[in-house]
């Protein structure tokens, strides 16, 4: 048994795709070319002589960097007098993100995508500026960017509207540094994730992330966040989520059905692992890692196709998986750590074994976590949000811009698009801004 393939007992092997061979790939064609002749010198250094006839050229295309610069757009209005009746005729000023303020749309784009896509606060994107004779100072760059959420927060809603009718969702949520204003300390709010991904059962419905601020970590954040959701949910063991598990009435079905990771159970025995060497952690790792292998060759499958996969080749799997655990807890300490990543898993079974039998469920909640990877590698650089609001506006902001990830749309184009016309848009009809509706 190894991670290359499993093996059934029917001596059936399914093979992971294979993985393409690294390479370098030729430069992107849209980028402006710029031709620099390297011309020899006039006179032969073997003869002297100076009469030269074209035999052919060598080239070679070097990527170049240009840095980015500012501009200054002048908005120039005529005022027009009728001479027939002196009516004054003159052009409306276009609207701005931001009121009687100075940044254009493109500026506040780039402030926003270089903080919560690029995780470059506001002080270090202050200084930078500075670099090129531009004077903005921190408090300067955190107003346009409360500017932009109060723009944005409808579109992000929306976004969050089209999450949440999705019937297979991934939740998740991770610790946020807070200054507690008044002690110059820090207190520890939340940011939510819930996550409609349908691509890995070939559905065409666009991804999104929707992302929610909370000052704790209570059971009534996570019904904030789900809690007019149907369907099922891919998450840890949190127990705030419990209720939302519960039938809405008695004898009826739950709002929300859950749905175990297998990720987090293999984390417990890797962990073990790695601290005792332990030999029956390292085969459970394996023997997980074979089921895994399944998930890659189904990936993009119809749902149907996937479920009957996962009865022939991983049910059988799981089943041996369950007898090789329930064996080796009785041989180990009951107080001991692997005795509790066992248990771990061994408590959530049915949980950890709802995907086998619907093809629109996934093996584990990586989709979440990796939709909280922005967040916690930008408060290792921003180290925490000055507000309980400004843990709002980072909700957002990552909303936005994930989604705009998930889509392959560059984030920095839609919002300088988006932010320029938003302010006049009929706030019915903001579903036609959403980053899949978006052309450049």
Known sequence: MNSQGAVTGAGAVVKPPPRKQPGRKPLPEHLPRETVTHEPACTCPGCGGTTFSRIGQDEREVLEYVPSSFKVIRHVRPKLSCRACETIVQSPMPSLPIERGRPGPGLIAHVVVSKYCDHTPLHRQSRIYAREGVELDRATLADWVGGAEFLLSPLAE???????????????????????????????????????????????????????????????????LLGTCLGFLHADGYSGFNQLYQPTKPGGEPALIEVSCWSHARRKFYDVHHATASPIALEAMERIAVVFAIEGSIRGRPPEQREAVRKEHALPLLEQLKAFLDTSLRQVSGKSALAQAIRYSLSRWKQLSHYISNGRLEMS????????????????????????????RAACMYTIIETCRMNEVDPQAYLADVLARIADHPIHRIDELLPWHWTK
Do not use: Q
Request: proline content about 8%.
């Open 158 to 224: 929306a976004i969050g509207t089209h999450v949440r009718v999705g019937r297979v969702l991934h939740a998740d949520d991770t610790t946020v540094p807070v200054l507690a204003p008044g002690n110059g300390k820090t207190k520890t709010g939340r940011l939510w994730v819930v996550l409609r991904d349908e691509r890995p059962w070939g559905s065409d419905v666009p991804p999104a992330a929707f992302y929610l601020y909370s000052p704790d970590r209570k059971g009534i954040r996570a019904e904030a």
């Open 365 to 392: 909640n990586n989709a979440a976590e990796r939709a909280m990877k922005p967040p916690v590698l930008g408060r290792r650089n921003y180290l925490f949000c000055g507000s309980d609001a400004g843990g709002k």
